[in-house]
């Protein structure tokens, strides 16, 4: 209704402007190209030369390949209006004779989106002088997404942080990962879900997050101090942002140097806490082991932010010892298939699949997501889970005696598979078998009675049992030579329809025929199947209260990340660890200065 002729200067949104693939620099470009500003002024009602480019700039781009016409790049444009009028003060002529239009925002153009973590952080410690030095000291455990960002934002505020890791830095623990992929070397602290930058690192670097849109200020946070130490600033832009293993390791290792000069100088790897410390209900310190001397020591503390993932079972055993409080939650298991790269992309795009061209073209490699409702014993969802177009299946064991499997992948996403799993979720009823004995930790008994099985199907050494997804399907071993696998320690064929209880295995075979529906090509006979994926998130929840993240049991202790059941990927797990640390450092240092 009307037009936009009383509206106020400022910065104007527009979202969804489509911009046909051939009209397009393609993937990793974020520019105002020709073909963008001909679509927008399109739909202003202007010519091209009367929109500054100065004027404009990219918010968000997306590749969208859903529909059945043709795949386009989508963008979300802002067009500061204030600055375009300035220059071409004619241009106002054209904007006031627009038609309101849906797609067109205005919108307050610096918010807590324009911040950065620094900058938060000294807003937090408001009063205080930027660095100040507290005498407060606080023991930061683990140094995955969580933990790094619990500890950046504490430090930023100018509180006392030590970094305990049992893992090791990124360049040993490289070294450590290689030894276990090319001579099966597990080493039980240093692998691909422990040590610097925890499970997020040998990873597939994707992150995209389900924590709504009410959190959409706080993970740009996280993405631009991503790009401070390093990632590219497309990551801000990119509607399905993604780093890559090679790239994340420079990212970690920038700012592990930034950590050290804002004084976290026990930079402490190869540290494993073993135990917490509690006087008077309270946290005062945590033992150690030093891994390489293997002596033992004592660390005091004010404060602890629990940030041990949730590949760290022994640590919920520990809590439980203490009276610490844990919930059951659901959680989801299954499998990992994988297809050719190439298969995918035709699924996906199908004849403007040949313009991927290995990830060197202008499309993005093709991902896809799939989802089912099944009414089984009871109704249950079966979904793709940490889907890795142009990744690789990697071992995730933390024990010689388990396996299970996750996804990763390089920057360029060039491998030729694409690997997802696919999940079913398990409930409370589901894991009550295992209740006696293991109370609250039964998830984590049933998870570890998969892992065991699966060792053992695959005949050990980590060799994964494999089975092509038509043979699970129809429950025979046709014991022909299976497809190429991604995973580099070796597939053995196995009977995958027995290694899963039964309801989950139904549902799974249920939802495989309308993951077929909504991708073609899917039940394809070079899908092939792995065992297994069980650690899609935590089977349990540390309590904690809302507003502080204090555990409800024991004061001092703050239970963040994945591990503590708050969060679930990279970018929520950085999320939570930073809410976390600016509520304690703003609270610690009141308490100091008061
Ligand atoms: P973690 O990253 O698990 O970090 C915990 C840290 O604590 C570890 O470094 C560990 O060594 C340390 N620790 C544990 N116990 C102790 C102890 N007793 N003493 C000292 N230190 C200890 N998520 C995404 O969003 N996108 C992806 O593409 C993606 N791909 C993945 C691929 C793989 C192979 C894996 C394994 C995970 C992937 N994830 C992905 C999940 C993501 O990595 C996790 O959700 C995230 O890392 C959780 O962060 P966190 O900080 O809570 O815990």
Known sequence: TGSVKNSKLGVWR?????????????????????????????????????????????????????????????????????????????????????????????????????????EMAQLGGKGFPSHHSSKTRVLVVGSGPAGLFAALALAEMGVQVTLVERGYPVETRGRHIGSLMVRRILKEDSNFCYGEGGAGTWSDGKLTTRIGKNSEDVQTVVLKTLVRFGASDGILVEGKPHIGTDKLVHILRGLRNHLKTLGVSLLMFGTRMEDIVIRNGRVSG?????LEKTTTATLSCDALVLAVGHSARNTYEMLLSHGVLLSAKDFAVGLRVEHPQELVNQMRYRAWASQVQSGKGKVPVADYKV???????????????????????????????????????????????????????????????????????????????????????????????????????????????????????????????????????????????????????????????????????????????????????IQGLYPVGEGAGYAGGIVSAAVDGMKAGLSLGRRLLETTVG
Request: net charge neutral; proline share 5%; with cysteine.
């Open 14 to 118: 527009f979202s969804r402007l489509e911009v046909a693939v051939e009209n397009d620099p393609g993937k990793d470009c974020y520019d105002i190209s020709p073909g963008l500003l001909q679509v927008l002024s399109k739909r202003i009602g202007c010519k091209s030369a009367h929109l500054s480019r100065d004027a404009l700039s990219v918010v968000r781009k997306s590749f969208d390949a859903r529909r059945v016409i043709e795949p386009r790049f989508v963008y979300t444009v802002d067009l500061n209006v204030t600055r375009l009028v300035s220059e071409q003060p004619r241009s106002w002529s054209f904007l006031s004779r627009m038609k309101q239009d849906p797609g067109v925002v205005e919108f307050l153009k610096r918010g807590a989106a324009a911040m950065d973590l620094v």
């Open 286 to 290: 945590i033992q150690v082991t030093d």
């Open 371 to 553: 989802a089912a409702s099944i009414n089984s014993d009871e109704l249950r969802s079966c979904y793709s889970f940490c889907m890795c177009p142009g990744g690789q299946i990697v071992p995730t064991s933390t024990d010689p005696l388990h396996l299970c499997i996750n996804g990763m992948s390089f920057s360029k996403r060039a491998s030729k598979w694409a690997n997802a799993a696919l999940v079913v979720n398990v409930t409370s009823k589901d894991v009550e078998p295992f209740r006696d004995g293991h109370g609250s930790l039964a998830g984590v008994a049933f998870q570890r009675a998969i892992e065991r099985d699966a060792a053992l199907l695959g005949g050990g050494d980590f060799v994964v049992p494999a089975q092509t997804l038509k043979d699970f399907l129809d429950d025979k071993i046709a014991g022909n030579e299976l497809p190429t696998s991604s995973y580099r320690l070796g597939v053995r064929e196995a009977p995958l329809h027995e290694l899963l209880p039964g309801y989950l295995t139904a549902v799974l075979k249920n939802a495989t025929e309308k993951f077929n529906q909504q991708l073609h090509g899917f039940i394809d006979s070079r899908a092939l199947l792995h065992g297994v994926e069980t650690r899609t998130s935590s089977p349990v929840r540390i309590e904690r209260h809302a507003e502080t993240c204090e555990s409800v049991s």
